[in-house]
């Protein structure tokens, strides 16, 4: 390793969203370029809720993939009131499941479908446990009362914590976090509980959303915080517990439906993340650290060997496009137009 050069163990994505048709096949080309496997979200226009449903998304996304790739996508199961317990360990078993999505519903894009009352699926939850399948959690209460900056926090106090008295066997995965509550709760609930953060709750606040006008391109859910917020939560990526590592949260959405009277929330940073994760780590001086974030963390606590290969960042500076063309749609990137420090070489 050299100030401008740095081999990594391949890293995962441990949560993206590839969605469906024209725009999975255009974004699943761009991930499997950088990493070795991903878990891939579930909430598709219907749901994927059974084994059966997961199996068929794989295999569209194996259909997509360049001749030759080896990337590995790792399917989830939408997780709702009606779910049956026996397709998912079945599904699990045979290798197509493996974990399940708890989207509150009406928390994000596409989770209508989603779990109202935690407690209806409490039994489901019970064989997960058994059967060691983790849980991932979009951490978030949707209650109309609660500030939208405040959803994350009450969440953890009024659902998570709960939830892991009940379930003290159950592994589960709070995504994307964005508040100092998340970023100091993960390192104190137990070898059963992780985090993922993503390249954008690292660089942006609330504040950016509104910078020189609405930039509706930085909107996401959960949506960036305040400033304390942010530092805490870049200080728990780049801090030494193995149970913080990398997930894009990557959302891929038409520049139409971002720049609309109602726009979605979600952000595209398939091409600018691993620059952007490392330019984090080494302003923060611990760019050694990089590697156990994006490698070795998620494979450690998901069960799973790390990846056989290794990729090279080089200090070179990398243009990110101004848009990715999918069908007769196009996506704007994070960072789009502009370039960065550490690029991915070939």
């Given at each position: 390793?050299?100030?401008?050069?740095?081999?990594?163990?391949?890293?995962?994505?441990?949560?993206?969203?590839?969605?469906?048709?024209?725009?999975?096949?255009?974004?699943?080309?761009?991930?499997?370029?950088?990493?070795?496997?991903?878990?891939?979200?579930?909430?598709?226009?219907?749901?994927?809720?059974?084994?059966?449903?997961?199996?068929?998304?794989?295999?569209?996304?194996?259909?997509?993939?360049?001749?030759?790739?080896?990337?590995?996508?790792?399917?989830?199961?939408?997780?709702?009131?009606?779910?049956?317990?026996?397709?998912?360990?079945?599904?699990?078993a045979a290798g197509i499941l493996t974990a399940v999505k708890l989207y509150p519903a009406g928390a994000t894009t596409n989770s209508d479908a989603g779990v109202r009352d935690i407690r209806?699926?409490?039994?489901?939850?019970?064989?997960?446990?058994?059967?060691?399948?983790?849980?991932?959690?979009?951490?978030?209460?949707?209650?109309?009362?609660?500030?939208?900056?405040?959803?994350?926090?009450?969440?953890?106090?009024?659902?998570?914590?709960?939830?892991?008295?009940?379930?003290?066997?159950?592994?589960?995965?709070?995504?994307?976090?964005?508040?100092?509550?998340?970023?100091?709760?993960?390192?104190?609930?137990?070898?059963?509980?992780?985090?993922?953060?993503?390249?954008?709750?690292?660089?942006?606040?609330?504040?950016?959303?509104?910078?020189?006008?609405?930039?509706?391109?930085?909107?996401?859910?959960?949506?960036?915080?305040?400033?304390?917020?942010?530092?805490?939560?870049?200080?728990?990526?780049?801090?030494?517990?193995?149970?913080?590592?990398?997930?894009?949260?990557?959302?891929?959405?038409?520049?139409?439906?971002?720049?609309?009277?109602?726009g979605c929330a979600g952000i595209y940073n398939v091409a600018s993340a691993l620059s952007v994760y490392a330019s984090v780590f080494e302003a923060e001086g611990v760019l050694d650290r990089?590697?156990?974030?994006?490698?070795?963390?998620?494979?450690?606590?998901?069960?799973?060997?790390?990846?056989?290969?290794?990729?090279?960042?080089?200090?070179?500076?990398?243009?990110?496009?101004?848009?990715?063309?999918?069908?007769?749609?196009?996506?704007?990137?994070?960072?789009?137009?502009?370039?960065?420090?550490?690029?991915?070489?070939?």
């Amino acid at each position: 390793m050299s100030e401008t050069s740095l081999t990594l163990t391949r890293p995962d994505d441990w949560h993206i969203h590839f969605r469906d048709g024209e725009v999975m096949r255009a974004v699943v080309p761009e991930t499997a370029a950088v990493y070795g496997r991903a878990i891939v979200m579930p909430n598709l226009v219907p749901p994927v809720t059974r084994a059966d449903q997961a199996a068929a998304y794989r295999d569209r996304i194996l259909a997509a993939l360049p001749d030759g790739s080896s990337f590995q996508p790792l399917m989830t199961a939408y997780l709702t009131e009606t779910t049956d317990p026996d397709n998912l360990a079945a599904g699990h078993a045979a290798g197509i499941l493996t974990a399940v999505k708890l989207y509150p519903a009406g928390a994000t894009t596409n989770s209508d479908a989603g779990v109202r009352d935690i407690r209806k699926v409490d039994a489901v939850l019970t064989r997960m446990a058994e059967i060691g399948m983790p849980l991932l959690v979009h951490g978030e209460v949707t209650d109309p009362e609660i500030d939208i900056f405040d959803r994350e926090a009450v969440f953890i106090e009024r659902i998570l914590k709960p939830l892991m008295d009940r379930q003290p066997d159950l592994k589960i995965v709070l995504e994307h976090i964005t508040t100092r509550q998340a970023a100091e709760f993960v390192p104190e609930g137990g070898a059963n509980l992780a985090a993922t953060i993503t390249p954008h709750h690292l660089e942006i606040n609330r504040t950016d959303l509104f910078r020189g006008g609405i930039r509706p391109h930085l909107y996401c859910l959960p949506i960036a915080k305040r400033e304390e917020h942010r530092l805490a939560v870049r200080a728990a990526a780049v801090g030494t517990c193995n149970r913080f590592f990398l997930g894009t949260d990557s959302a891929p959405h038409p520049v139409h439906a971002k720049e609309s009277a109602c726009g979605c929330a979600g952000i595209y940073n398939v091409a600018s993340a691993l620059s952007v994760y490392a330019s984090v780590f080494e302003a923060e001086g611990v760019l050694d650290r990089l590697e156990a974030f994006a490698s070795l963390n998620g494979p450690r606590f998901y069960g799973l060997p790390v990846n056989a290969d290794t990729v090279t960042l080089t200090k070179s500076g990398v243009n990110i496009a101004d848009g990715l063309t999918a069908g007769t749609e196009t996506i704007r990137p994070y960072h789009a137009g502009e370039t960065l420090d550490w690029t991915l070489s070939d």
